[in-house]
């Protein structure tokens, strides 16, 4: 046979014409591969099979340039593969846009697509090694793809089951390397470019550092006239919200808000950035009695001892409140360091403990039942017992370098001191209910007692009563001489007393100057 021979296909299906030019490459004589052949019946005569040195063609008249080449004029031209109704396996190229997919685009050069028509899409397309195991790629006919998987559950599914052990996979990556080298992960939820940072969010991890290699990872979103970082998680392990260089295991910068439920401050725009709010407007918080599901609203914990501060742009650090927990005790306003608070200022009532409070508006510093006031520090205090008396605490003396003042009396049980030089004025102070001492102006002090009373009466010179309305008023004792001593034993009188009912108003005493005249003194008596 010539190189050009012709040779007749019989009639029938053109399914069989790929099946003959297969065949073409095992049955023909090796001596006649190199030989082009043209088919004139059941085909076109524009429609040639090539066989030249071992490659087929199909389509055109020049060889091949591979083992297999088929070559298509039509948009509908290529390899097709039908099964029952019609479905099949279509390869083509020059594909209109649409023509076969809503995907498709004008010009695309390999079209894998399977079903009988546009519509009635027909089973999925698998591509998939010969294995025991699940493993391979399958687009089923809703468009999803599903890797290691069958049965895809969204528009990628990646699956590999291993229990205890890692699973499924999905790598981007960028070899490149060196400062700013990224791969991301771009979302889009409209109609807009979607790629590099153009959609509605990202996901996106950054190389930091070209020499270590350390990475942070970057969340970005729109919000609605920008896009931008929002939240980024350092190589070192920080997190920060709306700030780009965490310094803490959690770093904000705005508003915080610690919710469950509704709240109130936060969306009125009460709260200013730095600002943080915990709790719920439709719920309580703590109350309760040892631990329980709602023990507090803020929970400090610590092993034995905490504590809450402030300071002011670093002036000074200012303690709020410290814990000791070994002694059960908080301290308010602890000195640390820059002094200690200077004043706390409560404008509601004080409790301590339940048995004392601080009124809200009188101001009363209250105590109950006998406890009072006390002095930690040299053991003296006030307190009560009953309903009449004021006690000193620790039987402590009361002293006041001002004015003591008792309008319905002084009682005593022991005695009165009155230092030397000092002024007394008033009425009169009953000594244990039955003596008297009048309380004089500056001239002195006037002791007296009733008739029967016991003690004695003495006075080294005058005194005197001013300022006082006397009732009528004698001298007593005769002639002025109550008491003598002319040098016998016998003219010794040892006392002198008003009569009952009559005080002592004055007193006057008498030093003879001569050796034989006598020493006297006298008493000017008064009725009130």
């Known amino acids: 046979m010539t190189a050009h021979d012709r040779y007749n296909v019989p009639n029938g299906p053109k399914r069989l014409a790929l099946l003959v030019a297969l065949l073409a490459v095992l049955l023909v004589p090796a001596a006649l591969r190199a030989s082009t052949y043209y088919t004139d019946r059941g085909i076109t005569s524009t429609d040639q099979i090539i066989i030249n040195t071992g490659n087929i063609e ?7 340039g591979s083992k297999l080449q088929i070559d298509t004029a039509a948009s509908y031209d290529g390899i097709v593969i039908n099964g029952t109704s019609s479905t099949g396996l279509r390869l083509g190229v020059n594909s209109g846009a649409s023509s076969w997919n809503p995907m498709t685009q004008s010009g695309d050069r390999i079209l894998i697509y399977s079903g009988a028509s546009a519509g009635s899409p027909g089973g999925g397309l698998t591509l998939a090694p010969w294995s ?90 729109w919000n609605g006239s920008s896009f931008g970082e929002r939240m980024r998680i350092t190589s070192g392990g920080n997190v920060g919200i709306n700030n780009a260089s965490p310094l803490a295991r959690l770093d904000v910068n705005g508003t915080a ?8 401050a936060i969306p009125n725009g009460y709260m200013a950035p730095g600002s943080l709010t915990i709790g719920n407007i439709n719920g309580n918080f703590g109350g309760g009695w040892n631990w329980n599901a709602n023990t507090a609203g803020l929970m400090l914990e610590a092993a034995d001892n905490t504590e809450i501060a402030v300071h002011d742009s670093g002036t000074r650090v200012a303690s709020l409140m410290y814990y000791e927990g070994a002694n059960n005790r908080i301290h308010l306003g602890r000195n640390m360091g820059w002094g200690g608070t200077s004043t706390v200022n409560v404008n509601g009532a004080l409790l301590v403990g339940g048995n004392t409070a601080i009124d809200a508006g009188a101001g009363w510093m209250r105590s109950y039942g006998d406890s009072g006031w006390y002095s930690q520090t040299y053991g003296g205090g006030w307190y009560m017992t009953d309903t009449t008396w004021v006690r000193a605490y620790n039987s402590k003396s009361v002293y006041t370098p001002g004015t003591m003042q008792a309008d319905a009396g002084f009682n005593t049980s022991g005695g009165i001191n009155i230092g030397s030089g000092q002024t007394i004025t008033g009425s009169y102070l009953a000594l244990n209910g039955t003596e008297l001492l009048y309380l004089l102006n500056a001239s002195g002090v006037i002791v007296s007692k009733a008739w029967g009373g016991t003690g004695n009466l003495q006075a080294m010179e005058n005194f005197h009563v001013n300022n006082h309305t006397w009732g009528s008023c004698q001298w007593m004792c005769g002639n002025n001489d109550c008491f003598y001593d002319s040098g016998a034993a016998s003219d010794y009188t040892p006392e002198g007393y008003c009569p009952d009912g009559w005080y002592v108003a004055g007193m006057q005493f008498r030093n003879a100057d001569e050796s034989d005249e006598l020493d006297m003194f006298g008493l000017y008596c008064c009725s009130l």
Do not use: C
């Not at 199909?58 to 091949?64: D, H, Q, V, Y």
């Not at 559950?153 to 070899?175: P, Q, R, T, W, Y």
């Not at 791969?183 to 996901?203: E, H």
């Open 58 to 64: 199909i389509g055109s008249a020049a060889s091949a």
């Open 132 to 221: 025991g195991s699940v493993s391979g790629l399958r687009l089923d006919a809703g468009g999803n793809v599903g890797i290691g998987t069958g049965s895809p559950e969204s528009g990628l599914h990646v699956e590999k089951n291993a229990a205890g052990a890692f699973g499924g996979d999905i790598v981007l990556s960028n070899k490149g390397g060196g400062t700013n080298a990224a791969v991301a992960i771009d979302f889009g939820v409209d109609n807009s470019t979607v790629a590099n940072g153009a959609g509605n969010a990202q996901i996106k991890v950054v190389n930091v550092n070209g020499t270590n290699n350390a990475s942070d990872m970057v969340f970005s979103t």
């Open 257 to 264: 808000n610690v919710w469950s439920g509704a709240r109130y």
